[in-house]
Structures are given as structure tokens and as C-alpha cells.
């Protein structure tokens, strides 16, 4: 036998798999609600008209070359995307609290994030528990272990009757965390739910933070996504830098800037209050990010971060970009209202008013696995088993298709 020969077969993912089944899908009317990726009112991959202009001007400098980036980054990106999402008068950022690198988007700073972590915790015995939220992003549960900080805990997070958050269950179970946990917490637009706190709410979370003492692990992929503007969707993160607590945070341009493929994102390491030596401390972290980026990848891509500079960095193309943002967050906002519309019309039971309260990029509908199996395999219609549609995969032309397929397999 060969030395391969033993390989065996590894779990598809969740979420790419079904994308996976709806390529190999040859009949012509098929639909992907699967990956959120945004797409255009034709169903098409959107690249955003800023994006094209910036990648041009990018090459217009004749100084512009393909040579190594540093190892954490970009450091015009690193700021740039610092303020954006702390926001220019964050006193964390002024006190030089925050240390930030560029990572192979959100994915990569959370790997990062969590190894940095398991690696401060040198001996085992003490490395705290991390906590996400039940549901999640799939892929939160495999990066824990991989990181070195075996399987993560859950808290409660939905509350499944409503399709809105579970206040007294998540606050239920954040107390009973021990001191020094770090708690995933999705900065707006929840994958897979669409359900965020609100305002007050996040205060609530807050203020168990800084009494329990635990270490809130901020992962924000759909910054602007959620309410159309980016300070809005911001204000979870910005009540926890403002508290002065000591937090993590990735960060995302796949979603916002449409650069999935590029794979743009920073991490994040926010200082407290307490931090007795700030500079000191925030070189020691500095150095040690670059020393778990060096042997895993040596620097990051230049491009990306190019385009995420030029983006933030210009007057003009940031204010195009956030009317494009704006387009594309209303975009889906429209597909929310029609989808309710069709099923309220067509009378398929169940109370579909979660639709047009969640928000961001999918909608957590309530469908069972064997309805979403049904709706696979009678109509050709893609989503994760969880019943979770990628809202920016519908068109104006395909969602009565998709609220008489639901009808039928609620029915
Ligand atoms: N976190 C969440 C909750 C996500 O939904 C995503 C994208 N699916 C990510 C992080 C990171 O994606 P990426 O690595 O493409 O930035």
C-alpha cells in the first residue's frame, strides 16, 4: 500500500457542502440560499464599483511593486481598519490600548486570536474555557480545538420560539462562567440567527462582563451589513472598548467590501483600563502575534489590504463605499419584506414575522432539516440543514418560487 493508503474521509463541511450539492445540481431553475456571499438582483457575484476603481489606482503608483508585506501586516491597514471599526475617537485607540495586525481575513483572526491565546497559557492545566454561542458559525467550534484550547463551551443564545435572542438564558449562563473565560460574541448581524441584542441588551452583556471578569472575543464579519451603517453596527464593540475592558476582536472585509477571495480581515488585541505597563505590554503583544503568523504563514497578502487602504483612506471612495454598502444592506432588507409578503399571501402556516426582524445576511427561518432536505431534493432549492437562508441569495424572480416551496414543505 502507499503511505496514504489510510487517509480516510473527512466530514464535509456544513455550510460549503451544500454549496458543493447545488454546483453538481445540473437542473436549470436551481437556487442557492446556502453561502452568504452577497449577490446582485440577477443572482450574480457583486464586485463592488469602489473596489474596481481603487485596484486600478493601485497600479496608476509607479512605486507599486509585489514585494513581502511585514509579518503583521499592512500598517496603514492595520490603522485604517483599527479606527473603523473602534471608531477615530476611541480612547483605547488614543491611549495606544489596541494592537492590531492583518490576518487572512475573519477566519484568520480568529485562528490567531486563539492560538496567541492557548499559547499565553502555557501550562494546560490553566487554559481558560471558551464559550460561543448555541447556535453559531460552524467553523467557531472547529477553530477552539484546533487552536490548542480543546472543545468550546456553549451559552444559550436563541431562543427558538421567537427567533430573537435569549437575554436570560445567555445572561444565565455567562454567570455561571468562571473568571478569565472568553466569550465569542458576534458583533452584529448573528450568523446563523440574523438575531442581535439590542442596544440595552449588549449593556446588560457588559456589565457581566466586567463583573464575572471574562474576555469577550468579538468576531465581526458583517460590519455595516446589519443596520446599512457602520457606526451603527459598530456600537456593540464600542460599549466594550469604551468600558475598558480587556477584549479581542476579528475583523472582516469579505462581506462589506465583497473581497471573500482575498482573504482581508485584521485581529484585534484591546488592553484594559488595568493594563499597568500599556507600551510595554502592547510590544510583547505585537510580538507575540508575529510569532504564531511567522511559522504559519510567514506575512500575510498584499493586495487585499491595498484595496481596504485605499478604500478607508481616500474621502471620496470611502463615502462611494458606504453608499454601496448601504445598496447592498437595503438590497437584502427589500428581499426580507418580499419573502414575508409571499409567504403571509400564499398562507403557508407559521408566523414568518422573524424574517423581517432578524438582520444582516440570513434569516434563521425556522425550517426543520427534513423540510429543508424536501425543498432540496423537490425543488432544487439549497440551504443549510439548520434552516438558515442566505437572504442576498434571493432575487425579485425567485421569491415567490421560494415562498410556494416553503409552503409545500411546512404543509
Ligand atoms: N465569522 C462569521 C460569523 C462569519 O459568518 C464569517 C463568514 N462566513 C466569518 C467569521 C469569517 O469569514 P472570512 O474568513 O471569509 O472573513
Not at 513581502?68 to 481598519?81: E, M, N, S, T
Not at 466569550?183 to 446563523?192: Q, S, W, Y
Not at 425556522?366 to 440543514?385: D, E, F, P, Q
Request: net charge negative; proline share 6%; glycine share 10%.
Amino acid at each position: 500500500p502507499g503511505f496514504f493508503d489510510g487517509v480516510t474521509l473527512a466530514p464535509s463541511d456544513p455550510i460549503l457542502g451544500v454549496n458543493e450539492a447545488y454546483l453538481a445540481d445540473e437542473f436549470p431553475g436551481k437556487i442557492s440560499l446556502g453561502v452568504g456571499a452577497y449577490r446582485t438582483e440577477k443572482g450574480l457575484p457583486y464586485v463592488l464599483p469602489v473596489v474596481k476603481r481603487v485596484e486600478q489606482q493601485i497600479w496608476e503608483d509607479p512605486r507599486a511593486n509585489h514585494e513581502y508585506l511585514p509579518i503583521d501586516g499592512l500598517p496603514v491597514f492595520q490603522r485604517l481598519a483599527t479606527e473603523l471599526i473602534f471608531g477615530p475617537d476611541c480612547a483605547a485607540i488614543s491611549d495606544g490600548r489596541i494592537v492590531t495586525v492583518q490576518t487572512l481575513s475573519g477566519s484568520g483572526a480568529l485562528r490567531i486570536g486563539l492560538t496567541f491565546v492557548a499559547r499565553y497559557y502555557a501550562d494546560a492545566s490553566s487554559l481558560p474555557p471558551i464559550y460561543i454561542p448555541s447556535p453559531t458559525w460552524n467553523n467557531h467550534r472547529d477553530i477552539v480545538p484546533d487552536a490548542g484550547l480543546g472543545e468550546a463551551r456553549t451559552f444559550r443564545y436563541l431562543d427558538a420560539k421567537s427567533g430573537g435572542v435569549d437575554m436570560p438564558g445567555l445572561l444565565a449562563d455567562l454567570s455561571d462562567a468562571p473568571v478569565g473565560a472568553i466569550v465569542i460574541l458576534h458583533g452584529c448581524a448573528h450568523n446563523p440567527t440574523g438575531a442581535d441584542p439590542t442596544l440595552a441588551e449588549w449593556r446588560d452583556i457588559v456589565s457581566l462582563v466586567r463583573e464575572r471578569r471574562l474576555i469577550p472575543f468579538f468576531d465581526v464579519a458583517y460590519q455595516g451589513f446589519a443596520s446599512g451603517d457602520l457606526d451603527t453596527d459598530a456600537g456593540s464593540v464600542r460599549l466594550f472598548a469604551d468600558a475598558g475592558v480587556d477584549m479581542l476582536l476579528s475583523l472582516s472585509f469579505a462581506k462589506n467590501m465583497g473581497l471573500y477571495g482575498e482573504r482581508i480581515g485584521s485581529l484585534s488585541v484591546v488592553l484594559s483600563e488595568h493594563t499597568v505597563n500599556v507600551p510595554a505590554t502592547a510590544k510583547a503583544v505585537r510580538s507575540q502575534l508575529k510569532a504564531v503568523i511567522r511559522p504559519m504563514y510567514s506575512s500575510p497578502p498584499a493586495h487585499g489590504a491595498r484595496i481596504v487602504a485605499g478604500v478607508l483612506g481616500d474621502a471620496t471612495n470611502f463615502a462611494a463605499w458606504k453608499e454601496e454598502l448601504a445598496g447592498m444592506a437595503s438590497r437584502i432588507g427589500d428581499m426580507r419584506t418580499a419573502l414575508k409578503a409571499a409567504l403571509d399571501a400564499n398562507g403557508a402556516p407559521g408566523d414568518w414575522t422573524r424574517i423581517v426582524k432578524q438582520q444582516g445576511m440570513f434569516s434563521y427561518t425556522g425550517l426543520s432539516a427534513a423540510h429543508v432536505a424536501y425543498l432540496r431534493s423537490k425543488y432544487h432549492i439549497y440551504m443549510t440543514s439548520d434552516g438558515r437562508v442566505s437572504m442576498a441569495g434571493l432575487t425579485t424572480s425567485t421569491v415567490q418560487r421560494v415562498a410556494d416551496a416553503i409552503k409545500d414543505a411546512v404543509e
